[in-house]
């Protein structure tokens, strides 16, 4: 650091040697700042630095971000060799753009991928059934799911695999009612749906959540025996559990020849999300008596079911022996962990305590780290705390409006009238919105899209009709709304 600082020039060579030595200290912060140099001086693709860089992560516990700059560099080197064939004179073939398209799918190099797929129209090989699900499974993993959309109708053929793309790209971009359109759309061609197509539209019914949807594809799932395949019963566990459906869940679970971590995990998380603590931290016990070692994700829910209870000292114990004893430290891109504590010690009035956990913490705290201590103060009226919460937020995102919202709530709370009229002006002023909501409800085997501000003719002239029901028996049951809380017109 000190030759990068006393002006010496930059190469591959140095910033591979600064990739080693970090790796050995395993001092992540610096690598990463030698690797945003290293992006500024156009060296990210060099060989000779992926490889002291992949190690660096590896080393360092950033699985994740090991294999980015493994898949980056696989991706140059594919497109490399591309443009040497190219060059040479000789005619690619179908597969050698079926495979440099491939290698870029997981880098999400959209640009470079619409080339690649110029070229592939121009040599007329778009024809081929398995070339057109290469450029299919492009689009989706890079979210352009119209680009996705034009290809599969311009494709002469189709097979399960091509519906699979467009269904888990649709799955990826939360696009859940149009995922169950394709499905259904799959099924009229006589399309045999696969694991993978029952995996995606199972996480669709657990999203919305659509229950009676998830059951009718748990009983296709069964006749061909897919129910006991370790990915489609996590899957048909997660979805059971994200409707609320804990006991299907369970028979699920308890049915399953195999089990694997995914499914203890599945069903862990899905008992502490909706508040079965005991439940879950049971699961953890016979998960550890039969000797599997717990992941991050298991972590996660066991934390999540000592927040529900309030056992603050038990989720710190837990905390400690993830990083202590098994090796797994909350990562910059995945702070989970962090957050489901921070909201263990805000739910127990600790906010202070919250507050001085994220600072004993090595890496800088994510926006949703300050986001969940900001909530947390709303909940214990903590102002000062929650004003500084906020503006952590806004100097992570200016953008953020749930931080200038929460904040406004916090003041008026407190009766503090004048600094929550500053904070509504400072949004005037922004021109920030309050994100619209949106929801999707199953009603009769069909998927009806709500929001705030998109309305059918159906909902127009029997939606109102239902609300304005139960909103007069709210006012019935004795409820008050909360005025304060209600400033929808300033925004």
Not at 119 to 136: D, R, T
Not at 156 to 166: G, I, M, P, R, Y
Not at 231 to 248: F, N, P, Q, T, W
Not at 306 to 312: K, P, S
Request: proline share 2%.
């Amino acid at each position: 650091m000190r030759s990068l600082e006393e002006g010496v020039a930059v190469n591959e060579f140095l910033c591979a040697s600064v990739f080693g030595a970090c790796a050995s200290l395993e001092n992540l912060k610096i690598g990463m700042q030698v690797h945003t140099l290293v992006i500024k001086c156009g060296l990210e693709f060099d060989n000779f630095v992926v490889t002291a860089l992949i190690n660096l992560y590896a080393k360092c516990g950033e699985l994740d971000y090991a294999r980015r700059a493994f898949l980056e560099g696989k991706a140059i080197e594919a497109i490399d060799l591309f443009h040497k064939f190219h060059s040479s004179g000789l005619k690619p073939s179908e597969r050698t753009f079926a495979s440099v398209l491939g290698a870029f799918a997981d880098t999400v190099d959209v640009e470079v991928g619409k080339q690649i797929h110029s070229l592939i129209i121009k040599f007329l090989f778009s024809s081929f059934i398995f070339v057109g699900n290469v450029v299919l499974d492009f689009y989706s993993k890079c979210g352009q799911l119209e680009e996705s959309l034009k290809s599969f109708e311009e494709m002469c053929k189709h097979d399960v695999f091509s519906w699979n793309a467009l269904i888990s790209g649709h799955v990826r971009s939360g696009q859940h009612g149009e995922g169950i359109e394709l499905m259904k759309d799959m099924l009229i061609e006589r399309f045999e749906p696969n694991l993978h197509t029952y995996s995606s539209i199972l996480s669709i019914c657990g999203d919305i959540p659509a229950i009676e949807w998830g059951k009718q594809t748990h009983c296709c799932i069964i006749k061909p025996a897919f129910d006991s395949n370790v990915v489609v019963g996590s899957a048909l566990i997660d979805m059971y559990a994200k409707c609320g459906r804990l006991s299907e869940a369970r028979k699920v679970f308890d049915n399953l020849i195999t089990k694997k971590l995914v499914s203890w995990n599945t069903i862990l998380v899905g008992y502490a999300q909706h508040g079965f603590e005991r439940e879950a931290l049971e699961i953890y016990n016979i998960k550890q008596s039969n000797g599997i070692n717990p992941n991050g994700i298991t972590f996660l829910g066991v934390l999540s079911a000592c927040g529900h209870v309030g056992l603050v000292e038990e989720g710190l114990c837990h905390f400690n022996s993830m990083i202590k004893d098994h090796g797994i430290a909350p990562r910059t891109d995945h702070l989970a962990s962090l957050v489901t504590m921070v909201s263990l010690f805000a739910r127990t009035g600790q906010t202070n305590r919250a507050f001085e956990f994220i600072r004993s913490f090595p890496m800088e705290p994510g926006k949703v780290v300050w986001q969940c201590l900001l909530s947390g103060c709303k909940i214990q009226k903590d102002v000062s705390l929650g004003r500084y919460a906020a503006e952590k937020i806004s100097s992570v995102d200016p953008e953020d409006t749930s931080a200038h919202i929460m904040l406004s709530n916090i003041y008026a709370e407190a009766k503090m009238w004048n600094e929550a009229a500053q904070v509504r002006k400072r949004m005037k002023e922004k021109e920030l919105k309050k994100d619209k909501g949106c929801r999707w409800a199953e009603l009769k085997n069909n998927i009806y899209y709500f929001s705030s501000s998109h309305y059918t003719q159906f909902q127009e002239t029997n939606l109102h009709v239902v609300l304005d029901g139960l909103t007069a028996q709210l006012f019935d049951a004795g409820y008050v709304p909360d005025a304060m809380f209600v400033f929808s017109h300033t925004l």
